[in-house]
């Protein structure tokens, strides 16, 4: 019994110092932000034109290259079409390859009677002409079918930016046109872009700290986060960037941090609370 009341005796001369040192504590700050999606790409037209096909729809999937939507195509396809045809050429080809093959073979002649002295050296002259002027026109038709292909080749390209791809895997979240509007308006109810795909395998939260506690950060450092819910979801963010500079405004310090979202888990947009433990 008298052992048992030492120990209470004890324990209470050491609860004032205990108080003193949780008091002395840093309590944990937390910081506003939200989390958002690591790539947001509002997706535009590099032509302009009217819109004759949407291929998808808010919330849905797509996959890097995946076609969004059409501009009217049928006049550019008609000259590429044109173009191709023209590029191909292989009747004047034949036609110039024969006349060429044609003044070699009536110079090969003319030197074989020549070296038996049938013939003059005008007679020879004249069929060396010959084979230079035909073998101008065929060089003249390859260089014209080159021009061609580089022609077709071009508006191939002027097509396919008429094609609006997504340029990541992700989800869209806007589409600004329907079929028949124009893709180069510029309304201030209109936005300039087609359409808006995001990534949500990964969110991000940019805050801005105190300089004093970002410079206790340091890169790759995981900071738990609480989403602003009514069940209160937490998460942890690993530390990608730290500003090497303070705004002298504020005396604030850019700190970004990067979640993991391959779940789905993680709304995107909702406010919450980055817990930074034990800093003053």
């Known amino acids: 019994m008298k052992e048992s009341f030492s120990q209470i005796v004890l324990l209470l001369a050491l609860l004032p110092a205990y108080a003193a040192a949780q008091e002395e504590k840093p309590a944990d700050n937390r910081f506003l932000t939200y989390l958002r999606p690591i790539q947001e790409i509002e997706l535009a037209s590099a032509e302009s034109g009217i819109v004759t096909t949407v291929l998808v729809k808010p919330g849905d999937r ?13 006049v550019i396809e ?21 006349e060429r093959d044609i003044a070699q073979q009536r110079l090969d002649i003319i030197d074989d009677l020549r070296d038996r002295g049938s013939t003059n050296d005008a007679e020879r002259d004249k069929a060396i002409a010959s084979l230079a002027v035909a073998a101008g026109q065929l060089e003249a038709v390859e260089d014209e079918r080159a021009l061609y292909q580089l022609e077709s080749a071009t508006i191939r390209a002027q097509l396919d930016q008429r094609i609006l791809r997504s340029p990541i895997d ?53 900071l738990p986060f609480v989403l602003d819910l009514p069940e209160k979801t937490r998460a942890e963010g690993i530390v990608r960037f730290i500003s090497p500079t303070v705004d002298p405004a504020t005396g604030l310090t850019e700190v970004h941090l990067e979640f993991d979202n391959s779940r789905g888990s993680l709304p995107s947009g909702v406010p919450g609370h980055l817990i930074v433990s034990g800093a003053d």
Do not use: C, F, M, W
């Open 78 to 98: 008609a000259q590429l079409a044109q173009a191709e045809a023209q590029a191909k050429g292989e009747g004047r080809l034949k036609a110039a390859t024969a």
């Open 62 to 74: 797509v996959v890097k290259g995946q076609e969004i939507l059409r501009l009217n195509l049928s």
């Open 170 to 222: 992700g989800v869209v979240t806007e589409v600004t046109r329907s079929v028949g509007e124009a893709a180069e308006a510029r309304d201030a109810d209109t936005p300039h872009y087609l359409a808006k795909v995001v990534d949500l395998t990964h969110l991000v939260a940019r805050v801005h700290l105190p300089a004093a506690i970002a410079a206790s950060l340091r890169l790759e450092q995981s």
